[in-house]
């Protein structure tokens, strides 16, 4: 891969060997690692970090005489709204850097809490098996059956708009997926020597999980967490638009989105068309680093 | 056969039963339905009103009981909005649904199966390449800003197609290719790896040695046996595309049940949500049910399985 290149050059040289050793393990970690997918989601991460040094403008507060100004690159733009501003003279970067933390914060909370709920309950269900099994299974089965969107919306509109609780709603939803796949490999751990001997040894069947089957599923725990990312990101994009996702004035993407609509009709596109082109990059990259991590982890998982 | 059947049948009850405890727990655990079904500005004494006629004075397994036989004898509630039952309005919006998904499955199956086996036989070459781009942007572009797209280009800059509403055939156009972009690319995915499975079978090497043209082998026999992985699909990914329209719907004011469900958000009409939510539950389960029965219909070896 390109960006191994010069590393591999500069420990090339004898005196750089001892200093090199950590390194170097970090190198070897990291040998292959996609640079589009890397890139996107560093640029987003920079973006959700440092969005209150790096916005020009306050996200939230606009000013009227400024509206619908376009990208600064054309005509009647101007150099203080690179990519222009909204119905309300809110400015479009500005919204979108502050709203990279809306995302990514989210999308990265939601779908860590679904691994480790999912993970957790796929882990019990698949090693206590019998009853607790069928119970467990029944419920995720029910759960599956329910449209992913249509749900997190039933849950919405139970719970109210907050970011809060969009996670607890999202984890909610995604965590069956986990549970499915987890479950699923731990029928095969649990049948392997070392589980046995295990319990020969006398193990409580607390210390067994713990200790044997977990670090034995959590990268497919990983793998799954990439690929979930993407779906939460578009689903909190979801809920945000048709108003039951993040509040308002926040620059949510999906907010941003829904504002722009009505201006999109008079030929105001800038404001529809950044923040979605951001929702894409950011879930693309997601993608493609799940894949790159599917294949480097987990070959098994090819056929997921 | 019918013990496998029975078995089935039997489970997908039990995710039934599941499906309406969990809606009708999570309905009580999250606050009283009252305050969801009366006006916001609703009094007290209104409040009991509604708990007294909705019978939410009563313990829990009366009113779940009384929940699953009203929704059995087809009774969802009534509409707080439109004074009609909900179940009624549920029913007259679903051919709207079932036209878009029918239009956004056709797309996706012409578009995902064609380029999909265009990608399985150039395998490591352009076309392959092209298509696992394509793929992965339908995968990643969220299917409402694609739709808010088209609305621009088609609609607003070139004056080609309606922005939003349902009557004519045009109109049916730009949200039928929103919503079918993700499944195209999961067809095409699937399409590729299940054409390449079968190419490298006996039998098509057999129908290779025998001399037959290669566009032959193809048609013949790599892609009648490649196909049913895909259609199998892409019978549950109908089901799901009538009820995740959702987004798509309410960005052309397509008047799906998706839209219906938006309309039941932004009137805070709770009984449309809930019918919409459990009755798209139920139609999922139906879906795999049959698609369970099917597969061991033709393939009896999942008849055995465990």
Redesign the interface.
């Known amino acids: 891969m390109p960006g191994s290149i010069p590393a591999s050059v500069s420990s090339a040289s004898p005196l750089a060997y001892p200093r090199s050793r950590a390194w170097g393990r970090l190198r070897d970690g990291a040998r292959g690692l996609p640079v589009v997918p890397v890139t996107i989601l560093g640029v987003a991460l920079l973006a959700a970090l440092f969005a209150d040094w790096l916005a020009p403008h306050d996200p939230v507060l606009g000013n009227l005489r400024h509206r619908h100004r376009p990208p600064a690159w054309l005509a009647g733009g101007d150099a203080g709204h690179l990519l222009g501003t909204d119905h309300l003279g809110r400015d479009v970067l500005s919204r979108l850097l502050f709203g990279a933390r809306i995302s990514l914060l989210v999308g990265f909370t939601a779908a860590v809490v679904a691994g480790a709920l999912g993970t957790a309950v796929g882990i019990i269900s698949g090693y206590y098996g019998r009853w607790v099994d069928q119970i467990i299974m029944r419920v995720v089965d029910a759960w599956l059956a329910l449209p992913a969107i249509s749900f997190a919306i039933f849950l919405a509109v139970l719970l109210g708009p907050s970011e809060m609780n969009i996670v607890i709603i999202l984890a909610g939803i995604f965590w069956t997926r986990y549970a499915r796949v987890i479950r699923g490999e731990v029928l095969s751990l649990k049948e392997r020597d070392y589980v046995r001997l295990a319990i020969v040894a006398g193990c409580s069947k607390w210390t067994i999980m713990r200790r044997h089957i977990l670090p034995n599923v959590i990268n497919t725990s990983i793998v799954l967490s990439s690929l979930i990312v993407g779906v939460v990101i578009v689903a909190e994009a979801a809920l945000s638009f048709l108003g039951v996702g993040v509040p308002p004035p926040k620059p949510a993407w999906g907010l941003m989105l829904a504002d722009g609509k009505e201006g999109m009709m008079a030929g105001y596109w800038w404001v529809t068309l950044f923040p979605g082109l951001a929702i894409m990059l950011v879930v693309l990259a997601a993608n493609l680093l799940g894949d790159w991590l599917r294949v480097k982890l987990d070959p098994q998982l090819r056929q997921l | 056969m019918t013990r496998f059947i029975l078995k089935r049948c039997g489970?997908a009850l039990?995710?039934?039963?599941?499906?309406s405890v969990?809606?009708f727990v999570?309905?009580r655990l999250?606050?009283d339905p009252a305050t969801?079904l009366a006006a916001p500005e609703a009094k007290e004494a209104d409040l009991e009103a509604i708990r007294v006629q909705l019978g939410l004075d009563r313990s829990w397994p009366v009113q779940y009981v009384h929940f699953v036989g009203g929704a059995l004898r087809g009774d969802f509630g009534t509409s707080l909005y439109y004074r009609v039952p909900a179940g009624s309005l549920y029913w007259q919006r679903l051919p709207a649904s079932l036209q878009l998904a029918a239009v956004a499955m056709t797309i996706s199956l012409v578009v995902g199966l064609s380029v999909g086996i265009l990608a399985a036989v150039n395998v490591g070459r352009w076309w392959d390449s092209a298509g696992k781009l394509i793929a992965?942007?339908g995968?990643?572009?969220?299917s409402?800003?694609l739709g808010?797209?088209l609305?621009?280009f088609f609609a607003?800059y070139l004056h080609w197609l309606p922005?939003s509403g349902r009557g004519t055939a045009a109109h049916v156009v730009m949200p039928a290719i929103a919503l079918s972009g993700y499944f195209t690319a999961a067809h095409m995915r699937l399409t590729r790896s299940s054409m390449l499975d079968v190419l490298g079978s006996e039998y098509v090497k057999l129908a290779r040695l025998k001399g037959l043209p290669e566009s032959w082998v193809l048609i013949k026999h790599a892609f009648k046996n490649a196909l049913i992985p895909v259609l199998t699909l892409a019978g549950i990914n109908l089901v799901?595309m009538i009820?995740?329209a959702?987004?798509v719907e309410?960005?052309f004011a397509w008047p799906g049940i998706g839209r219906l469900?938006?309309e039941?958000?932004?009137f805070?009409d709770?009984p449309v949500?809930?019918t919409?939510?459990l009755l798209?539950?139920v139609m999922?389960?139906a879906a795999?049910l049959t698609v369970d029965i099917l597969y061991a219909w033709i393939d009896p070896r999942i008849r055995l399985e465990r």
Do not use: A, C, H, K
Not at chain 2, 139 to 142: A, G, I, Y
């Open positions: 489970l039990v995710s039934l039963f599941i499906l969990t809606i999570l309905i999250t606050g969801l992965l942007l995968l990643s572009m969220p409402f800003w808010l797209l609305i621009y607003v922005t799901l009820n995740v959702v987004v309410t960005v469900l938006y039941g958000i932004e805070r709770f949500v809930q919409v939510v798209g539950g999922v389960i795999n």
